[in-house]
Nanobody
Framework: QVQLVESGGGLVQPGGSLRLSCAAS????????MGWYRQAPGNQRERVAR???????TYADSVKGRFAISRDNAKNTVYLQMNSLKPEDTAVYYC???????????WGQGTQVTVSS
């Protein structure tokens, strides 16, 4: 069982920045992929960014050039640096981790990001 704990959400003005963190703990075999989804009210969950264990990254078109994902494999932690935030980035952000040994995906509890003046 893998537990994910997110932190770093909050309220920020348009154009501002936030950094989300997500730390994995528990019974971890091999977390090959970590990433972030988000869900705004009335919308489907959208994948924001993902990063593999060898640091290959992919981003949603809506965040390319503004968000950067990184990870610390030794700490089983993934980060999402969010810059030039827009009101449409407002959502609950969920961290996930895929363990390629158990073939299971674990999810965090979500952290609220609100971009508003």
């Amino acid at each position: 069982q893998v537990q994910l704990v997110e932190s770093g959400g909050g309220l920020v003005q348009p154009g501002g920045s936030l950094r989300l963190s997500c730390a994995a703990s528990g019974t971890i075999f091999r977390i090959s992929v970590m990433g972030w989804y988000r869900q705004a009210p009335g919308n489907q969950r959208e994948r924001v960014a993902r990063i593999t264990s060898n640091s290959l990254t992919t981003y949603a078109d809506s965040v390319k050039g503004r968000f950067a994902i990184s990870r610390d494999n030794a700490k089983n932690t993934v980060y999402l640096q969010m810059n030039s935030l827009k009101p449409e980035d407002t959502a609950v952000y969920y961290c996930y981790a895929y363990d390629s040994n158990t073939l299971k995906t674990s999810w965090g509890q979500g952290t609220q990001v609100t971009v508003s003046s």
